[in-house]
């Protein structure tokens, strides 16, 4: 049985550098804690537990001597700002991508123009830029939100990284109705998890059976399953290699393997490992 890797998968360029950076810490022995989780993927967060990192939810549990982390979401600048009256150090793993869209917010609400921000603002990513421009910033889900919103002011229109572009641009169209002038817009999608997905499909066709390694409840990894179901049926999301069936494998000569952007790449690892013994043992 042939084992094969889609062309994109597993950690993030933002997930990977946080990641990273807490491990730097831990090796120069910082006591670490996360303002909220690090990564949506429960056996890194308990491998990083293992190694003494723990999630805090509110500045106010920093304890005395610890270095603090900001995940990739970033956080707005107050909550910045507490982290640093409190912790040791503080580490800022805000993904360059979410920076992006935090400073362009920042220098059109210091012009006193308005913003928009296209995406969910229960996500801890938009609650962060909105920091950024506290006063004169909204946050749409989609473009039949951007009716009940005030007339705007020379806007700016930015995205949630992670948002679908036809859900954007519609919104940003939207917007133009509302504006006293042409509206600045940019697009801040970052395409990590279109890569992921359009390298799913473009392998999904050649296998018998398809692996997405990812949380349950992660969205990325639920929309991976499904892009990979269009073409192969025998398409599975696990979170470990234990939750693979050897019989489901019966017959099969190709199957592929994708993973989540917040998959470790130990994790993907063992799952290949554990295929490749099933195959050797058929
Ligand atoms: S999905 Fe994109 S924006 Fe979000 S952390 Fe990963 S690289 Fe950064």
């Known amino acids: 049985m042939q084992v094969l890797l889609a062309e994109e998968f597993g950690f993030c360029f933002g997930v990977e550098r946080a990641v990273e950076m807490v491990e730097g810490a831990l090796t120069e022995g910082a006591t670490v804690r996360t303002l909220g989780p690090l990564i949506h993927n429960t056996q890194e967060i308990e491998r990083l537990e293992a190694e003494g990192v723990r999630t805090i ?19 707005t600048p107050d909550v910045q700002r507490e982290l640093e009256s409190r912790a040791d150090k503080v580490i800022d793993a805000t993904c360059p991508f979410v920076t992006k869209v935090q400073k ?11 913003v928009v921000v296209v995406g969910n603002p229960d996500h801890p990513e938009m609650i962060g ?20 919103l005030p007339a705007l002011h020379a806007p ?16 940003a169209e939207a917007v133009r109705a509302k ?19 359009d ?12 692996y997405i390694i990812g949380g ?12 990979c179901e269009e073409q192969c049926e025998k398409s599975f999301l696990i979170e470990t290699p234990d939750e693979i069936n050897a ?3 019966r017959g099969v000569s190709r199957v592929g393997v994708t993973a989540g952007a917040s998959t470790p790449n130990w994790l993907i690892e063992q799952v290949v490992t554990r295929l490749r013994e099933i195959g050797a043992a058929e």
């Not at 362009?104 to 308005?114: H, M, N, S, V």
């Not at 930015?158 to 519609?170: A, D, H, R």
Request: net charge neutral.
């Open 57 to 75: 939810n509110q500045p106010v549990e920093i304890e005395r001597g610890v270095t603090a982390v900001i995940r990739a979401h970033g956080v």
């Open 104 to 114: 362009l917010a920042e220098r059109a609400a210091a012009e006193g123009r308005d």
């Open 129 to 148: 830029v909105r920091g950024y421009a506290p006063n004169n910033s909204h946050v749409v889900r989609d473009a039949s939100e951007v009716a009940n």
């Open 156 to 171: 700016l229109v930015v995205s949630q990284t992670t948002i679908k572009l036809s859900t954007f641009l519609e919104a």
């Open 179 to 197: 504006a006293d002038a042409e509206p600045q817009i940019v697009n801040t999608i970052c395409s990590a998890t279109r890569d992921r997905q």
């Open 199 to 210: 390298a799913a499909r473009a392998l999904a066709g050649q296998v018998d059976a398809f």
């Open 216 to 227: 349950r409840h992660s969205s990325n990894s639920i929309k991976l399953l499904a892009v």
């Open 247 to 249: 019989t489901d494998l």
